[in-house]
């Protein structure tokens, strides 16, 4: 267990961003033999029984999967579906700023963050960055620049008032633009002031990023960078039986789905079905881009699999009918401090299995059928687990689950680790929690499509 929140704290530290939650897996996939396709080629000659797959969209969603050595053409497909976006503050397309002597950041909220926490932070940029090569060819290069640049410092207490003290509310638009430099910081004062880029980003973050790079200032044409925690995750806790760390929602699925389709694809010569992980991006937002839930993407991945090996549409049906998604995103631990939040039967705590979530609205796409999949698969694996509804007076949160449900067809559980402090800078898991839910997850690869089968429903 220890070993397995460690390792996933490594993950996350080295993840600033989509972009390297995606490079990360693929190294790790690689080296286990996964191949790599190509969406915009065909895959008829690729896919085999017994064989490894992964690939990408705009490098911020990855689909893996295996192909099991006894799959036949509508069987199951076991998936496990997470997202690998978090809250986050990211560069506009302009982000040169000044004012009062200060080089800043002009920034833009990404998701429903807990801005408050990003206040007295040491940040840092990472993304992507596009790179114009010798050869006049075009690239895309991460980048992850690591050390404090960027800070937003709180208002000292003297300039505020009581009521300001009481309610500490941010104006997204005006508190939340980082100081990167001082003006007359170098030898130059007026090149701090100018800008490059079309005179959309200081001279100065063109600078740093030619550094990391090794290129030319002018061979940068674009980005897409977001501000990052720079201080790692820790286990703590007087037993350091706890976890916190930044975007362990929903890096923390990334990883133990990573790590459970791994473990599955030492040994396929014997598997019936598809072991799929897909890692959604813009599920913060909603999922209505491209490559995020609300995409194609889905029903693309188990349709372009199946149709390599029967091309008609009722085996494509009937794969969708024998087929389980578990949309893995991570859930509200009641909290000691606030515990009339959570409805007194289900207060999930860490360090005690995963949470299957459930609501009756439809904004968890759990069901009789789907949640007892996962009780079961649970006591297979000799691991515990938990149960969370909403009370009826607070809102619920949403994830990937209903929305794939409801455009595929598929049957669906909603789960997840719990966690405290959702969506704040550093937010905080049980660790043994991590362990639990990587055998939970190994055990619905190897066993669902029996089990499935044994079942009358």
Excluded at 79 to 98: C, F, N, Q
Aim: glycine content about 8%; some cysteine; overall charge negative.
């Amino acid at each position: 267990m220890a070993d397995s929140a460690e390792s996933l704290i490594n993950f996350v530290h080295a993840s600033p961003t989509p972009y390297h939650v995606v490079d990360n897996i693929q190294q790790r996939i690689l080296s286990a033999g996964f191949v790599q396709l190509d969406e915009k080629k065909s895959w008829q000659g690729v896919l085999r029984p017994g064989g490894k797959y992964f690939y990408h969209r705009n490098s911020t969603t990855i689909v893996a999967f295996t192909i099991g050595g006894k799959y036949k053409p509508g069987n199951e497909f076991k998936i496990i579906g997470a997202h690998t976006d978090s809250p986050v503050l990211k560069l506009k397309p302009k982000s040169a700023l000044s004012s009062n002597g200060y080089i800043q950041m002009n920034v833009e909220t990404y998701g429903g963050g807990l801005w408050h926490t990003w206040l007295d932070r040491d940040l840092t940029l990472a993304g992507c960055v596009i790179v114009k090569a010798d050869d006049g060819s075009f690239t895309r290069r991460l980048v992850n620049l690591k050390k404090p640049l960027l800070r937003l410092p709180n208002l000292c207490i003297h300039l505020q008032t009581s009521d300001e003290r009481q309610s500490l509310t941010l104006n997204k638009e005006v508190h939340l633009q980082p100081i990167f430099s001082l003006i007359e910081s170098t030898l130059n004062k007026g090149e701090d002031q100018k800008s490059s880029g079309e005179s959309r980003h200081s001279s100065l973050i063109m600078e740093l990023l030619a550094a990391e790079l090794g290129v030319d200032k002018d061979k940068i044409l674009d980005f897409d960078l977001t501000l990052a925690d720079t201080q790692p995750g820790a286990a703590w806790g007087a037993r350091d039986e706890f976890l916190s760390s930044p975007r362990l929602d929903n890096q923390a699925h990334c990883y133990t789905g990573m790590v459970a389709l791994l473990a599955q694809a030492e040994n396929i010569s014997d598997d019936t079905g598809v072991c799929m992980l897909t890692c959604f991006d813009h599920e913060e937002i909603g999922s209505s881009s491209a490559q995020g839930a609300g995409s194609p993407i889905m029903s693309e991945a188990i349709s372009r699999v199946v149709n390599i090996f029967d091309p008609s549409d009722e085996i494509l049906k009937i794969t969708i009918r024998n087929s389980l998604l578990i949309s893995a995103d991570v859930a509200h631990a009641v909290h000691p401090n606030y515990a009339v939040k959570h409805e007194s039967n289900h207060q999930p705590h860490l360090n005690q299995g995963t949470v299957i979530k459930t609501n009756s609205n439809q904004r968890y796409a759990t069901n009789a059928e789907t949640g007892f999949f996962l009780r079961e698969l649970s006591r297979r694996a000799d691991v515990p687990v938990q149960e969370f509804v909403v009370r009826n007076d607070c809102p619920c949160g949403s994830t990937i689950g209903p929305i794939i449900a409801s455009k595929v067809g598929i049957r669906t559980v909603d789960v997840g680790v719990p966690s405290l402090s959702m969506h704040s800078i550093r937010e905080t898991m049980g660790c043994k929690d991590i362990g639990f839910n990587i055998k939970l997850f190994q055990k619905f690869f190897s066993d669902f499509g029996e089990l499935d089968k044994s079942c009358n429903f």
